[in-house]
């Protein structure tokens, strides 16, 4: 008898811990903010506008503002955490991040891998130089001898290397502040990036402008894994919502379309 | 197959091979134009740091230090940013040509003190026997000294070789495409983590495995029979 009660008790433990094991593995990302109160967000470390540290040490910006938003209209905890580029994607398929709040592009490529909301919001490619550099246009980027500068492996990399083919590309690592950096040192003739990012750059460098003409327009957007459809249509639902009501685009009023977020955080 | 294609996409990087070459051939160039430079200036500054002159051995103590306690990051930013401001003809060298500057200068200290301790191990009997039988100092360094010490320093200067490699990575900062800038490019267009950065692994790997047959072929050249395997 003392026997058949230890199979019970063990077959019954074995059971739950089974069933335990089986509803979390099962449990959708929705599920788990629902259960722990609290949102995760994988952001990167690139600077303003979209994510970067404040004068007051406090890390800000247009897409930490949009998901503090949505956690706060939620109420549930946002948890920020901070990784260069390389590691944005590695950290959401980890499961370490619930969904990437960065300016990603959802290239087709890309979209096998993750999945990308609606397009929060857009940017414009361009290309700077210097004012003295007698350019006008990004056209007049386009000719053998020169060479253009942009982050490398990024997108501005794969649109200059598409649209100004007959230039040397150079790809720095380290962001855009790196190519600004060899423009105004004369490593470069021109640099390519995207207008709410050298808008920033603009303020602290006077010699810096943009070339007449966007050489693309691209949509930008958060990403999930595969398998977190509840959270990618609440995240859509929730771009509509502050779309609608006006506050989605007094967000990109404040930090992407002008700098008037420089008053308060540089 | 399919499973193995589950777990790695050979496919997708398949389709980046031509990137990957390109990577792996700036890395081995830039890799072995900076180890045979740094070998020879290497050689020069172990001879230097042995000199009883302190007008000599101290300015290339200073260097080794220098060199040793900075970041090669910090290295290359200044030697790229810094060189066209002091020399007028600096902005004529390429990012490439600059990055083996930079990488040069910082793995000469390493190689030096490396060729040093080599040259210390040799015993002094065979300097004595070889200036007693007629040959002179340059002769005596040059035909019994420096054979017995590179063979000595082989598997150390093999180690410091690998992070020479390694050290390329770095110069990506500067826009050299080499091998990492190579797997970035794949990681950005994919998003595929772990084919991108397996397939740069591998790489490097393959690149060490090339350097360590060929350094074993150099020491059993220089070392004869009494060489052993490490």
Known sequence: ?266 | MDWLQSIFNFRIVFQYWEVFAQGITNTILISAICLVLSLIFGIFIALARRSSNPLIWRPVAVYIQAIRSTPLLIQIYLIYYGLPSILPFGNFLDETQTGIIALTIHTTPYMGEIIRAGLESVDRGQIEGALSVGMSRKQTMTNVVLPQAIANVVPPLLGQTAVLIKDTSLLSIIAVFELMGAGLRMFSETVIATESYVTTAVCYLAIYAMMLVISGMVQRKLGGSAWQAN
């Open chain 1, 1 to 266: 008898m003392r026997k058949f009660t230890k199979l019970t008790i063990a077959a019954v433990s074995g059971t739950w811990l089974a069933l335990m094991a089986t509803a979390s593995f099962a449990e959708s990302t929705m599920e788990k903010i629902v259960r722990t109160g609290q949102m995760t967000i994988a952001v990167q470390t690139q600077g303003p506008p979209v994510s970067f540290i404040n004068r007051d040490g406090k890390r800000t910006g247009l897409a930490i503002e949009l998901a503090q938003m949505m956690a706060d209209d939620m109420e549930v905890e946002l948890i920020v955490q901070d990784y260069d580029w390389k590691g944005l994607i590695p950290s959401l398929l980890s499961g370490k991040a619930d969904f990437i709040a960065a300016d990603m592009t959802p290239t087709a490529k890309r979209s096998m891998q993750v999945v990308f909301t609606e397009p929060v919001f857009f940017s414009e490619t361009i290309a700077f130089a210097l004012k003295d550099s007698g350019y006008t246009s990004w056209k007049d980027l386009d000719v053998a001898g020169i060479s253009v500068g942009a982050t490398q492996a990024s997108s501005w990399a794969d649109i200059a290397r598409q649209k100004i083919s007959n230039a040397e590309l150079k790809e720095f690592a380290g962001g855009t502040a790196q190519t600004v950096q060899a423009l105004t040192s004369g490593r470069i003739n021109a640099g390519v990036s995207d207008k709410a990012t050298i808008a920033g750059f603009m303020s602290s460098i006077d010699n810096l402008v943009v070339l007449e003409g966007d050489i693309s327009r691209e949509p930008l957007g958060f990403a999930v894994r595969p398998d977190s459809l509840h959270l990618l249509l609440a995240l859509d639902n929730y771009m509509g919502l502050i779309r609608a009501d006006g506050r989605l685009d007094e967000k990109l009023e404040y930090w992407w379309n002008t700098t008037n977020w420089e008053a308060d955080h540089k």
